[in-house]
């Protein structure tokens, strides 16, 4: 089993930036990719960005070039900085974390853009 706790979610301007984490815990291997995931109300779950354990990087087409996805493999941890923030932004945040082929999601994380 693996727990994901993610945090830094809040009201943000239009314009500005946050940062989110996502600690994952009860695993003692390596999780492959860990990652990022938005619902914004009355939409479907769309993919926000995800890395795997080399590194490499994938990118929701709307937020290529505001928002920077890594990770820290030591602590199971991975982030997401968010700048150039828009009132579109505005959704729950998910972590993912895939791990011998299984889909792992945290709580979520409100994340609000006032323009």
């Known amino acids: 089993q693996v727990q994901l706790v993610e945090s830094g979610g809040r009201l943000a301007q239009a314009g500005g930036s946050l940062r989110l984490s996502c600690a994952a815990s009860?695993?003692?291997?390596?999780?492959?990719?860990m990652g990022w995931y938005r619902q914004a109300p009355g939409k479907q779950r769309e993919l926000v960005a995800v890395i795997t354990s080399g590194g490499s990087t994938n990118y929701g087409d709307s937020v290529k070039g505001r928002f920077t996805i890594s990770r820290d493999n030591a602590k199971n941890t991975v982030y997401l900085q968010m700048n150039s923030l828009k009132p579109e932004d505005t959704a729950v945040y998910y972590c993912n974390a895939v791990k011998s082929g299984r889909d792992y999601w945290g709580q979520g994380t409100q994340v609000t853009v006032s323009s």
């Open positions: 009860g695993s003692r291997f390596s999780i492959n990719v």
